[in-house]
């Protein structure tokens, strides 16, 4: 009868030690490695997928989030409602499932319409599109304010990609309340916007509790911050690059770049197509931007060729680390 005795509370003993061991291996716990990459499970989660890895056969790359994100998609700034509605219609129904819009463009409303109008035509279910905006909060109490409103403007339960556009007064209380949003379920990934040094990503690296997923910058041949991309890498953050062609005003020199119209004509691709490739080939995700359908189709054009390692080198040594823009 002692043995028998001691034998169950062995067992009682034992099974506490198992549950609260799951319990501080659960999501979101405070022991759990929200401070690093959590590319660990994030890679388990997609049967070995490595994050920050490129596939361009599904067309996606793996965030430390644990999301897969496209590599291509539709840029709006500068598109009013209606011009926003007509484009992301237009991306979906062309295949690009990752669209891109801020607080600040002012068109969340036609982002969702677009989006909307989609789904009910059957082209695309909400969960096989990415949605991307960005805010500016201020501080934190303002910031809880503001994903909610873009949430509402957008038609959506929930938003894949949050960022601060750009650094601000108070960018650890909205980083804290995107990080809050994440954990009630409002936002799936968090990240930052117009972030160009380490200096700048360590900041934020310093109060973070969950590691940025991606950095949207400024990038085009004549900026390649190459430098920020390798930094990052070790923490699973993905870069992401507004502007590719150099923005509005600026696309002509780009374009005509006699490297990359010879690459062009090489592949019998246009120049556009060709910086494109060069960027997804690189690491970068990319959101062109248009109101044209016959460019936004053009533009996800790229994945029936392929740059070699020498032209992908040759595009590499345009950059003069010239950006166009000061935010």
């Known amino acids: 009868m002692k043995r028998l005795l001691i034998f169950v509370t062995v067992l009682i003993f034992l099974s506490g030690m198992t549950a609260c061991s799951i319990q501080n291996r659960e999501p979101g716990s405070d022991s759990e490695a929200n401070t690093d990459t959590a590319a660990d499970s994030a890679s388990a989660a997609e049967g070995g997928s490595k994050v920050g890895q490129f596939d361009l056969k599904k067309k996606t790359v793996l965030l430390n989030s644990g999301y897969e994100m496209p590599i291509i998609g539709l840029g709006t700034w500068t598109l009013n409602d209606e011009e926003a509605e007509n484009s992301v219609y237009s991306a979906l129904k062309t295949g690009m499932r990752l669209i891109d819009t801020a607080r600040y463009y002012g068109n969340e409303k036609g982002v969702g319409r677009g989006l909307q109008r989609a789904v009910d035509d059957g082209i695309v279910t909400r969960e096989e599109v990415f949605i991307t905006t960005k805010i500016y909060g201020g501080d934190h109490e303002r910031a809880k304010g503001i994903i909610n409103d873009a949430l509402k403007d957008l038609n959506v339960d929930y938003i894949d990609l949050l960022l601060i556009h750009q650094p601000g007064a108070d960018d650890e209380g909205v980083y804290k309340a995107m990080e809050e949003a994440v954990h009630d379920g409002r936002l799936r990934s968090i990240g930052i916007s117009n972030y160009y040094t380490r200096a700048q990503v360590d900041e934020v690296l310093s109060f973070a509790s969950i590691t940025p997923a991606v950095i949207q910058n400024e ?18 953050i993905v870069i992401e690059s507004w502007y590719p062609f150099g923005g509005r005003g600026h696309t002509a020199e780009n374009f005509n770049h006699d490297t990359i119209t010879k690459t062009a004509r090489d592949h019998n691709v246009t120049s556009a197509q060709a910086i494109l490739r060069w960027q997804i080939q690189d ?39 010239r950006r166009y823009e000061n935010w």
């Open 219 to 236: 990038n085009h041949i004549f900026y390649q911050n190459k430098e920020l991309q390798e930094y990052v890498k070790q923490y699973g």
């Open 283 to 321: 690491g970068y995700i990319v959101i062109p931007g248009s109101s044209n359908a016959e460019h936004i189709a053009e533009n996800y054009d790229i994945f029936d060729f392929e740059l070699s390692e020498e032209e992908i080198q040759q595009i590499r040594e345009i950059d003069i680390q």
